[in-house]
């Protein structure tokens, strides 16, 4: 049971070059998310998704792009990419909302990025 | 807006020294208030939710407990593996998404 998988482990870009980062999870869960971590700043939410089809804006959105046309994958894309967005990019899942109790997030290893 | 902060940034303890991370936290409507751990190069771990005030949950050398503005992570007589970076993290009442604390990097020399 591999959990929430991500690929690539490492990128080196160039300012204004694209990519895109594949988040895949075997777990069957509703929720994913991506969040970048950043020294001093802890990680903070780019974009989620409630479901296959679904997507959401988090609190630092601007310059990045993201799919969900499975609910296995949820894919996170660099249109033009600027030496802001160097970070440590982490994907994470959890199971959909239940009566009750909070659900916990399963994270992947993370992706480091870096623009040059 | 929902908001947490941790401290301290980092602490540095002698093997067997316990001790005490705060998380301080404002949110309206906690759903449940979350700890992980991060080891360098790995994704956050889970270790505990907290729902209400007052709770505490163990494990091992750790005791996570929740009033109505911060938590605890106590730590009794660390070990070197104990070394990690320690988030924490809170979810509003009817909100999809976690906020997280900026860590506290936590190194226990033997």
């Known amino acids: 049971n591999a959990g929430v998988t991500q690929t690539p482990k490492f990128r080196v870009l160039k300012t204004g070059q694209s990519m895109t980062l594949l988040c895949a999870q075997d777990?069957?869960?509703?929720?994913m998310y991506w969040y970048r971590q950043d020294p001093g700043m802890g990680l903070r939410l780019i974009h989620y998704s409630v479901g296959e089809g679904t997507t959401a804006k988090g609190e630092v959105p601007d310059g990045y792009n993201v799919s969900r046309l499975k609910k296995q994958n949820f894919l996170l894309g660099l249109e033009s990419a600027a030496p802001s967005q160097t970070s440590v990019y982490f994907c994470?899942?959890?199971?959909?909302?239940?009566?009750?109790?909070?659900?916990?997030?399963?994270f992947g290893a993370g992706s480091r990025l870096t623009v040059l | 807006e929902d908001q947490v902060t941790q401290s301290p940034e980092a602490l540095r303890l002698q093997e067997g020294e316990s001790s005490s991370l705060n998380c301080s936290y404002t949110v309206s409507g906690l759903r449940g208030l979350f700890w992980y751990r991060q080891d360098p190069g790995k994704g956050p771990e889970f270790l505990f939710t907290?729902?209400?005030a007052g709770e505490e949950k163990e494990k091992e050398r750790l005791k996570a407990t929740l009033t109505k503005k911060e938590s605890f992570l106590h730590i009794t007589a660390p070990k070197p593996e104990d070394s990690a970076t320690y988030l924490c993290?809170?979810?509003?009442?009817?909100?999809?998404?976690?906020?997280f604390g900026q860590g506290t990097r936590l190194t226990i020399n033997p």
């Open positions: 777990m069957n869960h509703e929720y």
């Open positions: 907290l729902y209400s």
């Open positions: 993290a809170v979810q509003r009442q009817g909100a999809q998404k976690l906020v």
């Open positions: 994470a899942s959890r199971e959909g909302q239940t009566s009750g109790g909070a659900n916990v997030l399963t």
